[in-house]
């Protein structure tokens, strides 16, 4: 059960990156923000400004604490926990180079050698989960794409390999919740508001 009934937890992805652009699988390797995805974690920026958070976590990597910097968040933890999957020995290869070898890998449903595996980052989200379930008030956590994914359907019950359902772009904002007793998608894959300037 929640800490309070109407606790919400955010969930912001980081910026784009060279690699996320070129769709290359970025876990470990602490690339920055491009000027792109610094621009759509501004366009983000007045979503947490609304509100009040009783816990930020972020990502240990570069491009999340850039985003959380961006986002106006101060007092942010960094928890390794929200570090993004491992991919082993497919770090910087694309989905479309892996299958020329392994016909048919998904990052859901094949291993990654010498890295994570849903289970893992499953196990990793559900702690995440259990500390902003154990303060009081809305959490907000600045981390990364497929490791979002994970964490959203281990919110609501499901296998790891169910995060392939949730698509997230990068530079968008999700929010979990409940109704009544049930864990609920609030709101996902949400772009920042447009600059009206």
Known sequence: MPSSPDQRLWLFRHGATEWS???RHTGVTDLPLLPEGEATARRLSSVPREHRFSLVLSSPLTR???TAEILGFHDVEIDDDLHEWNYGDYEG???KVIRETVPG???WSHPCPNGETGVEVAARAQRVIDRALATTGDV???AHGHYLRVLAATWLGLPPEDGRLFNLG???YCLLGFEHEYRTIIRWN???PESTG
């Open 105 to 107: 890998w998904t990052v």
């Open 21 to 23: 652009r070129n769709g």
């Open 93 to 95: 290869i694309t989905t």
């Open 140 to 142: 907000a956590l600045i």
């Open 190 to 192: 949400a772009p920042g």
């Open 64 to 66: 999340a604490r850039r």
């Open 170 to 172: 990068t530079g968008t």
